[in-house]
């Protein structure tokens, strides 16, 4: 998400508003930095609210008309409900987003960590200095968050002028991932050290690898158990349950197809959007 003219409009709007409150702009910057939210925090929660006021007053034109057009006792609390419900909506999504962006983003970068490593140790082998190797890194598409990571410290080196242990430090204040913050914070103790990053970036393949196996293997295991419940609930057992119903209808005279409908029609579709949640939300993947 990046900074707009709408976005910026606004933040023109309220800035006045949050000149009165002592509010942080360390933590808040730092978080819109581990979402990948090319905003600061006076401009990005002035367009929340600017979203919560354009949701209320559209939500609410909108259910005075539906109450003018059917004027009755339900719809007048219906109206309520949905000016309630529409601007509350707005603003928990957008409030949570930042979070909600810098886990996900933390989850991507420690998927690709172990093979950015192994790269990086490739490079350092060949004699590489680390401010090479980052520009390198940020350059390879194929690792992701990663690279975002990477084109931040290279930013900061060539066009900042910072020397490269500034910038890995400010690269581990606004990173999402602690795998990535660890691995950093390693590379500035063994510069400061004065001893060989070769064997550093040996021993963080090897332990990276290692996890990412052990955690391969469980996500796999994880992944058969879905398939088996998946195949149990909603397709042997419906199966089942109609045969059963079906026998039981023709030997009693009369088939209850209110039963089925409900089946087919509301707890099927509620299964299969269950687990398409379950998978959607990160279970069974690699982190």
Known sequence: MKSTTYSRFCRKLFENIFKKFNISETTKNNLLEKADIAMVYQEYYSMVLMNIILGFISAFTSAIIFYLLIPHP??????????????????????????????????????????????????????????????????????????????????????????????LKNAIEISPSEKFKEFLQGIIAVIQSGSELGPYFERCVERYMTRDLVERKRNLETLAIMAEAFVVTVIAFPLFLVITISIMGLTSGHIDYVFMYLIALMILPLAYFGFYMLMSSGMGEAV
């Open 74 to 167: 339900i719809t007048a609390l219906l109206m309520l409900i949905i000016s309630s419900v529409v601007p509350i909506s707005i603003g928990i999504y957008y409030i949570s987003l930042p979070s909600s962006k810098a886990k996900s983003r933390a989850k991507k970068i420690d998927r690709y960590l172990p093979y950015a490593t192994n790269f990086i140790n490739t490079m350092s082998v060949a004699g590489i200095s680390p401010a090479e190797i980052f520009e390198a890194l940020s350059k390879a598409e194929l690792y992701g968050e990663i690279q975002k990571e990477a084109q931040k410290i290279v930013t900061e080196i060539k066009m900042m002028g910072v020397d490269t242990i500034t910038a």
